[in-house]
């Protein structure tokens, strides 16, 4: 029963707006640290943000940082990423990720196998 659902992925202009959401369900994910994380075809998955149990504290790949923003809503159980002035480069099947954080609630891990959970993946495809 335990389900990541990514949805919001879609084909854009570069230079638009973007929104992915992620919905989180089946156990209390109160105590989880969430992330995105995106690859493209021949590519290795790659960390894009991600977020502490709170939202206290975030962290975000270099080549995203200003553009895209990681919030969560707790209540909801929802994580989104605001994908803010798309490239082309940006590419990619998006993923949502969750990982158990109760042994350290303000660290942000950044490779895809520290997390335990993740959903399916929506495309984003930026033209140019």
């Known amino acids: 029963q335990v389900q990541l659902v990514e949805s919001g992925g879609g084909l854009v202009q570069a230079g638009s707006y973007l929104r992915l959401s992620c919905a989180a369900s089946g156990r209390p994910w109160t105590n989880y640290a969430m992330a995105w994380f995106r690859q493209a075809p021949g590519t290795e998955r790659e960390f894009v943000a991600g977020?502490?149990?709170?939202?206290?504290?975030?962290d975000y790949a270099d080549s995203v940082k200003d553009r895209f923003t990681i919030s969560r809503n707790n209540a909801l159980n929802t994580v989104d990423l605001q994908m803010g002035n798309v490239k082309p480069e940006d590419t990619a099947v998006y993923y949502c990720?969750?990982?158990?954080?109760?042994?350290?609630?303000?660290?942000?891990?950044?490779?895809?196998?520290?997390?335990?959970?993740w959903g399916q993946g929506t495309q984003v495809t930026v033209s140019s």
């Open positions: 977020i502490n149990w709170n939202g206290g504290r975030t």
């Open positions: 990720a969750a990982r158990d954080s109760r042994a350290n609630a303000w660290k942000i891990e950044t490779t895809a196998p520290e997390y335990e959970y």
